[in-house]
């Protein structure tokens, strides 16, 4: 293996993982945190019409995913889950420096770096301000702004060829989200999850250097 690039995710990657964010806000709002998980975001190890998913491929406004979101949660007598209050509890999270750190590195080795994320158009403001994108990667692929979203195979080849037409192979890919790993792997890139605590990172970057060197 001769990689060449490493395509990043950014939640979870870069900042403190959403999906452990929302389990806590689940228990700190007396619900249960799978189905939290799976009324605001759907089978996120999947690409399907769920409202979330249709807003990460900018189908859809994030007004109309709430709505149908908040529609949704109550369908079967449940209790009302408003996806605007969960996303207002998970706000933040601290930036990863030992990963900012990490890629870094392996520009210094000659690598191209590319950061690939699942995102809504109306969070495009926030979540760019947050690392110096232009100083960290040579390309950056937005699910909202290209219409697919991962684990669909097409969107990490869309980011290998913006990268300058890098082979599946020669490339490695790091997410917090198993299906978009499990993604990776299906169209030949190597792929590492990382964990959903902070604790988990040491060992992701473990395996990433042990990659790429």
């Known amino acids: 293996m001769s990689i060449q690039a490493v395509v990043f995710d950014f939640g979870g990657v870069f900042i403190d993982s959403p999906f452990a964010a929302v389990a806590d806000a689940a228990v700190r709002q007396g619900l249960d945190p799978q189905r939290l998980n799976d009324v605001v975001f759907g089978s996120y190890d999947q690409d399907t019409d769920h409202p979330w998913h249709q807003l990460e491929r900018g189908e859809i406004s994030v007004i109309e995913a709430r709505d149908r979101i908040i529609a949704g949660s109550v369908a079967d007598g449940g209790t009302e889950i408003d996806p605007f209050v969960v996303l207002a509890d998970v706000a933040g999270g601290e930036i990863r420096s030992d990963m ?10 000659g690598l191209k770096t590319g950061l690939l994320t699942n995102n809504a158009r109306e969070f495009e403001t926030f979540w760019r301000e947050i690392l110096p994108l232009d100083e960290l990667f040579d390309d950056v692929v937005d ?6 979203r991962k684990p669909d195979p097409r969107i990490y080849r869309l980011s290998l060829d913006r990268l300058g037409g890098i082979a599946p192979a020669d490339a490695v890919f790091i997410d917090d989200a198993i299906g978009n790993v499990h993604g990776a792997r299906a169209v030949g890139m ?5 964990g959903d605590q902070r604790s988990d990172v040491p060992t992701a970057l473990a395996e990433l250097r042990s990659l790429i060197r």
């Open 143 to 148: 699910s909202s702004a290209v219409g697919m």
């Open 100 to 109: 900012v750190e990490f890629c870094v590195e392996v520009r210094a080795l």
């Open 190 to 194: 190597a792929a590492v999850h990382i």
